[in-house]
């Protein structure tokens, strides 16, 4: 059963930088699978910010590609987040999930539980 | 970007009763079209992808169907724990969007 945990500061500055990691466990992070955040602001919907594959190959969001950096560390099977120039609208519950599937047959079937990360000074 | 709409956005329902919900693309997706069912503080759950086919473990109530622009989710018999907000999400672009949801609540 694979499993993933968000992990990172609950509370950033405006103009600061959001880091986000998520741990993988019960499965290989260099399986045949995208890896994705997807984050929700509260009380509103659910928005993809960008995927990975193990390689180091990344697809982000049009919105926030200038401000997104997605990585990868197969060492410690895991995949992180960086934000930057966040402003409160960045202020969400961030969700990583393992993105199953081959060419555009794919959806999310992992979640992690997430974390919720406000900005505010 | 696809974008994705969703009706009703929400519905009041009782036990028992046939929910459809409904979801459109802005172009023709094929059937790479997922259903997610969300409860409040939890995390979205994977119900239906491509469009009609049942996720693991999901019970067989749910049922996904159509293609291109058009796409349905009924629950035949709504329980108890259905109530929750349902996203679909359209993976036929790698610019993954989802639609802005359906809350389903107890009449």
């Known amino acids: 059963q694979v499993q993933l945990q968000e992990s990172g500061p609950g509370l950033v500055k405006p103009s600061g930088t959001l880091s986000l990691t998520c741990a993988v466990s019960?499965?290989?992070?260099?399986?045949?699978?995208?890896w994705s955040w997807v984050r929700q602001p509260p009380g509103k919907g659910l928005e993809w910010i960008g995927e990975?594959?193990?390689?180091?190959?990344?697809n982000y969001n049009p919105s926030l590609k200038s401000r997104v950096t997605i990585s990868v560390d197969k060492s410690k099977n895991q995949f992180s987040l960086k934000l930057s120039s966040v402003t409160a609208a960045d202020t969400a519950v961030y969700y990583c999930?393992?993105?199953?599937?081959?060419?555009?047959?794919?959806?999310?079937?992992?979640w992690g539980q997430g974390t919720l990360v406000t900005v505010s000074s | 970007d696809i974008q994705m709409t969703q009706s009703p956005s929400s519905l009041s329902a009782s036990v028992g009763d046939r929910v459809t919900i409904t979801c459109r693309a802005s172009?023709?997706?094929?059937?790479?079209l997922n259903w997610y069912q969300q409860k409040p503080g939890k995390a979205p759950k994977l119900l239906i992808y491509?469009?009609?086919s049942l996720q693991s473990g999901v019970p067989s109530r749910f049922s996904g169907s159509g293609s291109g622009t058009d796409f349905t989710l009924t629950i035949s018999s709504l329980q108890p724990e259905d109530f929750a907000t349902y996203y679909c999400?359209?993976?036929?672009?790698?610019?993954?969007?989802f639609g802005p949801g359906t809350k389903v609540d107890i009449k």
């Open positions: 999930a393992r993105d199953h599937g081959y060419n555009q047959k794919r959806s999310f079937d992992y």
């Open positions: 990975i594959y193990h390689s180091g190959s990344t």
């Open positions: 019960g499965g290989s992070i260099s399986s045949s699978n995208w």
């Open positions: 172009q023709s997706i094929s059937s790479y």
């Open positions: 999400q359209q993976s036929y672009s790698t610019q993954f969007t």
């Open positions: 491509a469009a009609s």
